[in-house]
Nanobody, 118 residues
Framework: QVQLVESGGGLVQAGGSLRLSCAAS??????LGWFRQASGKEREFVAS????????DYADSVKGRFTASRDPAKNTMYLQMNSLKPEDTAVYYC?????????????WGQGTQVTVSL
């Protein structure tokens, strides 16, 4: 059974940093991605880390501020978020992503709330 559990969200002031974690279990080697959904908006792609190569992909809105990585030994993916802005406020989710795309598939985690205040 696939399980994706996000953690690390919280309240931070603009300009601050947070690190999110996504602990994965029950799945084979997979490309994993981060998506976010702000209140009243559609869920959007944030970043992904390819399964074997570690190649990363970022949305333009977070490029240069966010860094996605994964630790295969812990089967965990991370999202280091720096220089946070109020517009980064959203629930952040991890999910599997079709390799070479930004298309999610399968089970979603429960999400972790990130709130950035002025």
């Amino acid at each position: 059974q696939v399980q994706l559990v996000e953690s690390g969200g919280g309240l931070v002031q603009a300009g601050g940093s947070l690190r999110l974690s996504c602990a994965a279990s029950g799945l084979t080697v997979s490309t994993l991605g981060w998506f976010r959904q702000a209140s009243g908006k559609e869920r959007e792609f944030v970043a992904s880390v390819w399964a074997t190569s570690g190649i990363t992909d970022y949305a333009d809105s977070v490029k240069g501020r966010f860094t996605a990585s994964r630790d295969p030994a812990k089967n965990t993916m991370y999202l280091q978020m720096n220089s946070l802005k109020p517009e980064d406020t959203a629930v952040y989710y991890c999910v599997r992503v079709l390799p070479g795309t930004r298309n999610p598939y399968g089970h979603w985690g429960q999400g972790t709330q990130v709130t950035v205040s002025l």
